[in-house]
């Protein structure tokens, strides 16, 4: 088992994402509920799949808005008790901070409060599409530093990003890092990968993996042969 992997259950079918919760049970350390599922199943069918679970959530919701509003939408996450949840990093401090005191109302069971920096699907060509004239790297750095000082966790991040994040955040600032992909599986649409063992000899704190377990005949059997490569 590797209770440091996260199972991205990106379905829209509750049936789908129960039958593949049950095959990772006892070889991962939680499950990732994103947007694909949330808005197709809701509050309801994510707490279904969690109780039939019993692994911890990431709530990857990715909130972005107006500080007041995404403040409202981590409460209203509360009740499904989190391990983890999300928002975007550039939606400047005044949202940060108040995702940050919104989360700390659950008290000792407080949710990790995660800033996304930079999507691993984009690369430098894309950040100057998007107005950004640093590179993906500079960007997520800038970020990290950013969601540091007001107060939150750490960040999602590409694992490639993972010294630079280190270096200036310290070794305390949680690193979640999506886009692996184990040696054996295709990197699909992703653009800056690693294969588990790597992210985590670098210092990510949690994987997130998605296809290579949802996508494969057997998903336990890939969750368990990740986690021994992870252990190899």
């Known amino acids: 088992m590797s209770h440091r992997v996260f199972v991205a259950l990106d379905t829209p079918e509750i049936a789908r994402a129960e039958a593949v919760a049950a095959a990772v049970k006892g070889k991962v350390g939680g499950i990732k509920i994103g947007k694909e599922f949330f808005t197709a199943c809701g509050p309801q069918g994510a707490q279904k799949v969690c109780a039939a679970a ?4 990431f709530l990857d919701l990715k909130f972005h808005d107006i500080p007041n509003t995404v403040a409202s939408a981590i409460r209203s996450s509360l009740a499904l008790k989190p391990f983890i949840v999300n928002v975007h990093a550039a939606g400047g401090p005044a949202m940060l901070k108040g995702a940050a005191e919104a989360a ?7 949710p990790l409060v995660i800033g996304v ?6 690369g ?4 100057k599409d998007i107005g950004v004239s640093a590179s993906a790297a500079e960007q997520v750095v800038r970020l990290a530093r950013l969601t540091q000082d007001c107060g939150l966790d750490g960040v999602v991040c590409s694992a490639k990003e993972i010294v630079a ?8 600032f949680k690193l979640v ?7 054996w599986a295709s990197a699909d649409d992703q653009r800056r990968v690693l294969t588990p063992k790597e992210a985590l000899d670098l210092g990510a704190d949690y994987l997130v993996i998605g296809r290579p377990i949802t996508g494969a ?3 336990g059997e890939a969750a368990a042969r990740i986690a021994e490569e992870i252990a190899g």
């Not at 994040?165 to 305390?172: E, L, N, Q, S």
């Not at 890092?177 to 040696?183: A, D, K, L, M, Y």
Request: charge should be negative; include cysteine.
């Open 217 to 219: 005949a057997d998903p």
């Open 124 to 127: 430098d060509e894309d950040m």
């Open 117 to 122: 920096t930079v999507l691993t699907s984009l």
């Open 177 to 183: 890092v999506p886009g692996i992909r184990p040696s």
């Open 54 to 57: 019993g692994l911890p959530l």
């Open 165 to 172: 994040i280190r270096g200036a955040c310290g070794p305390d």
């Open 104 to 110: 700390k109302e659950a008290g000792e069971n407080r």
